[in-house]
């Protein structure tokens, strides 16, 4: 195992306890009504995807803002889509457990889940296209969301992104965030990040302010994003390309 790999497996793991703690807290103290740390739950597949894409030398990170509850939320990894991790990245046959406390409408499946995040299927396509293999992607970019924890609120398990709460546990959280992205950058010696998304990007800068690191901003691929849909998409993905190494 390489010096990145055995440290960034560090780093997520001791961001995986904290944040535990942190979703139990923001639960107890009404910030959210349910919160999932696929950290804990789907650590073995997110331990599998440091160990094949954090040692090929990558210097740029791309950083999203938290799991969406068809991606990271059931395989632990940032923009997961079921086909995406299954058929590129090579991963299959390792089980998830379940959520500290789960919601009726937002169950976990982890590899097996029947719908597939289409911002996952868009990130992971276009960096397909642009560098080939799983392989030759890691050689060129790392991916991470911020916040590892899944928000949910209200009746149907709505998805809360973390700009969107507030309170002291939910400064705590960030704070241990930016704390785990300073780490990710030293472990990789990374000379970028790019935030997907102007949240993103704001965080980094926030994080990253005096490590001399350089940051940079484009499009989530959200399909409830505007911008990721216009001109069939083919804007978009102009748009992240020219921020890619």
């Not at 790999?5 to 942190?22: K, N, P």
């Not at 309170?167 to 965030?177: A, F, W």
């Amino acid at each position: 195992m390489s010096d990145s790999i055995a440290e960034l497996s560090r780093a997520a793991a001791r961001l995986r306890d904290d944040a535990e703690e942190l979703a139990r807290r923001m639960e107890s103290e009404g910030v959210a009504d349910c919160v999932y740390n696929p950290l804990m739950y789907a650590w073995d597949i997110h331990e599998e995807f440091i160990r094949i894409s954090g040692g090929s030398g990558a210097k740029t990170i791309l950083m999203g803002m938290n799991p969406g509850p068809h991606g990271m939320g059931q395989m632990g990894i940032p923009f997961a889509a079921t086909s995406v991790v299954r058929d590129l990245l090579g991963i299959s046959g390792i089980d998830v457990s379940k959520p500290a406390i789960s919601h009726s409408r937002r169950p976990v499946n982890g590899l097996v889940h029947p719908k597939e995040e289409v911002s996952g299927t868009r990130l992971w396509g276009l960096l397909q296209d642009r560098y080939g293999d799983a392989e030759q992607i890691f050689q060129n970019v790392f991916i991470v969301n911020h916040c590892p924890l899944m928000i949910l609120q209200g009746p149907r398990g709505t998805n809360v992104t973390p700009n969107n709460i507030s309170g002291p546990v939910v400064r705590d959280l960030l704070e241990r965030c930016d704390q785990h992205l300073m780490e990710v950058v030293i472990a990789l010696g990374a000379e970028q990040v790019v935030g997907i998304g102007k949240y993103a990007e704001k965080r980094a800068k926030v994080a990253l302010g005096e490590m001399g690191i350089r940051v940079r901003t484009c499009w989530h691929p959200s399909p409830a994003s505007p911008l990721a849909n216009r001109n069939g998409g083919k804007d978009w993905r102009e748009n992240v390309s020219a921020v890619l190494p």
